[in-house]
């Protein structure tokens, strides 16, 4: 990797193209689970992970590859669920612990998908186990689902992620920041998607390039956009 370069003031789009999801030991087992629903031993399953962790990159991924859509949890109806599954052969419900559930309507939603024959995919930060939910027959049905769990990252998989993010953002960052960083840092995506974003925040408003002494700054919580780094 080169030195780094300004970031652009316009904001950035991550990529969820398939070979744009960095695939590694804590995630391996729910990238293949989530691109093998053939495989799946019943028509409904579970993709859990934390803030951050690529379930959305995934839901994408089987959403794009199978013909269908992804909706919020919040969105999913009585009225709603039958129509959405009939429209498309997968579907993807997004933050089914965080949203105000219809818990009657996304129970019909599963047993809706047995009969339709439609794949369906649901995300959570968290096991169904941990969930609010209070409808019997439906916690019934979530505890019975097959989860895909994301773990947390080792360092391997954060210094690539870290690229990952700088390059979302059109930053192109040395190996000496990624290699102190990963050392530093908090060990969690959320933490690597703040810190990314802070980096850039600071270094646009300084007019510099993202390096160590920025990082320290960042995180040792002293930096305010000066423009000037120090030693």
Same mark, same amino acid.
Do not use: F, K, T, Y
């Given at each position: 990797m080169s030195e780094a370069q300004l970031p652009l003031a316009f904001g950035h789009v991550p990529s969820l193209a398939a070979e744009d999801f960095l695939v590694a030991p804590c995630n391996a087992e729910a990238h293949a689970w989530v691109g +093998?629903?053939? @495989?799946?031993?019943? &028509? +409904?399953?579970? !993709?859990?992970g934390p803030a951050g962790s690529g379930k959305t990159h995934l839901a994408h991924l089987f959403a794009r590859d199978g013909g269908g859509i992804l909706v919020p949890a919040a969105q999913v109806t009585e009225d709603s669920s039958r129509p959405l599954l009939e429209s498309v052969p997968v579907l993807v419900v997004e933050d089914c612990d965080r949203a105000s559930l219809d818990e009657v309507a996304l129970f019909h939603l599963i047993n809706q998908s047995r009969e339709l024959g439609r794949f369906l995919l649901l995300t959570a930060r968290s096991a169904p186990a941990h969930w609010a939910v209070r409808l019997p *027959? $439906? @916690?019934? @049905? !979530? $505890?019975?689902? &097959?989860?895909?769990?994301? !773990? +947390?990252? *080792?360092?391997a998989l954060l210094a690539a992620l870290l690229v990952k993010l700088f390059d979302d953002r059109q930053l192109r960052?040395?190996? *000496?920041?990624?290699h102190f960083l990963v050392g530093r840092m908090e060990r969690s995506f959320a933490a690597a998607a703040s810190l990314v974003d802070r980096l850039d925040r600071a270094a646009w408003a300084g007019r510099r390039a993202v390096t160590v002494p920025l990082? /320290? /700054?960042i995180l040792e919580g002293e930096d305010h956009g000066s423009g000037t780094e120090g030693p």
């Open positions: +093998a629903p053939q @495989r799946w031993p019943g &028509p +409904a399953s579970i !993709l859990c *027959d $439906l @916690r019934s @049905r !979530l $505890l019975a689902m &097959p989860v895909a769990s994301i !773990l +947390a990252p *080792d360092d960052i040395g190996e *000496d920041v990624v990082a /320290r /700054r």
